[in-house]
C-alpha cells in the first residue's frame, strides 16, 4: 500500500471507482463545531473531495456500549451535546440529517455475529455532529451511528470494521471519530506536543502505512506508551473500524497530522482505492 499526503491527490484519485472511500477523524474538542482553524478547513476541503454517498455511517468515540454492538434505527437522528463547560452557542448548533431506518436494521442484522442490536434514543453526538457539518453542510446525506462495545479487545473491532466493509459498495460512506492520541489528563493550552504523543502518533502511522493491523490492535505493540496515550481506549477503537474496513486495494492518505493541547492527535486519514 502506498501513502500519499495530498489532498489534490486525493482529488485526483477517487472518483475513479465507485467503492466509497473510508475515512477517520480526529474530531478534538467541541470547540471545532463554531471556531475555524486548520484542521476545521481541512475537513471542510476534505468534503468538497468526496464523492456523495447515499448514506453515512459514523462510528464515533462517544458512543459506548457493554455487550453489544448498537445501530440507530432512527428516522430523525436527536443532536446530542454530550459536553459541558463550553459556550452556550454549542448547543446551539443543530445539524438536522435525517436517519436511515431500513438500512440501519440491516447494518444491526450483519453485526448479528458481534451482538449486533437495534436502537432508536441515541442519535449523533458530539463526535458525529461536529464533523459532519463540514463534510456535509446542507445535512442532505441519510446518517447513523454504529457504537462501540468497549467490553471487548481491540481486534473486535477490527472485524467489525471487516463486516461493515461491503458497504463501500453501495455508496455507504463509513466514517470513524476519535483521536489517534487522546489524554485530557496532560492538555496543556498553547502547550507543545507532549514527547508521548509524537511517539505514539508516529508509531501509530507507520504501522497503518504497513498495514500491520496485528500490531495496532495489540497492547503488547506499544507497551505502557499505550496507557499513556489513552488512559481508555474509547478515542482510539474507532481507528481500528476504519483500518478494518479497509484492503490491499486501498491507498493511504493521510488529511492532517497536528497534536493539538500537547495530548490530543488530530491526525485524520482516508482509504481510497488506487
Do not use: C
Not at 83 to 98: C, H, I, Q, V, W
Not at 225 to 239: E, G, I, Q, R, V
Not at 244 to 253: H, I, K, M, N, P
Amino acid at each position: 500500500m502506498t501513502k500519499s499526503t495530498s489532498l489534490q491527490t486525493l482529488r485526483d484519485s477517487l472518483p475513479r471507482s465507485d467503492r466509497m472511500p473510508l475515512v477517520f477523524l480526529g474530531h478534538g474538542s467541541p470547540m471545532n463545531a463554531i471556531e475555524e482553524s486548520e484542521n476545521t478547513r481541512a475537513w471542510r476541503s476534505l468534503g468538497e473531495i468526496l464523492p456523495r454517498p447515499k448514506a453515512i455511517l459514523v462510528v464515533s468515540a462517544h458512543w459506548m456500549s457493554r455487550g453489544t454492538t448498537m445501530v440507530d434505527v432512527s428516522a430523525m437522528p436527536r443532536i446530542i451535546y454530550d459536553f459541558y463547560g463550553f459556550p452556550d452557542a454549542l448547543s446551539r448548533e443543530k445539524y438536522p440529517a435525517s436517519g436511515a431506518p431500513e438500512l440501519a436494521k440491516e447494518v444491526a442484522s450483519l453485526l448479528s455475529s458481534h451482538h449486533g442490536q437495534e436502537d432508536d434514543t441515541w442519535g449523533l453526538d458530539h463526535g458525529a455532529w461536529v464533523l459532519l457539518k463540514y463534510l456535509y453542510p446542507a445535512a442532505d446525506v441519510p446518517v447513523f451511528q454504529v457504537s462501540i462495545d468497549i467490553t471487548k479487545d481491540m481486534v473486535y473491532q477490527l472485524e467489525i470494521g471487516k463486516i461493515l466493509s461491503q458497504l463501500r459498495g453501495r455508496g455507504v460512506l463509513i466514517l470513524g471519530s476519535g483521536n489517534v492520541v487522546h489524554n485530557l489528563r496532560t492538555v496543556e493550552f498553547g502547550g507543545k506536543p507532549h514527547d508521548y504523543a509524537t511517539e505514539f502518533d508516529e508509531r501509530f502511522s507507520e504501522l497503518l502505512v504497513k498495514r500491520d493491523f496485528k500490531s495496532l490492535s495489540s497492547r503488547s505493540t506499544f507497551g505502557r506508551l499505550l496507557a499513556k496515550a489513552h488512559p481508555t481506549l474509547d478515542h482510539y477503537l474507532p481507528t481500528l473500524t476504519i483500518a478494518g474496513a479497509s484492503d490491499a486495494r486501498d491507498e493511504l492518505t493521510f488529511v492532517t497530522d497536528t497534536i493539538d493541547l500537547g495530548s490530543i492527535s488530530m491526525r485524520s486519514f482516508v482509504f481510497h482505492s488506487k
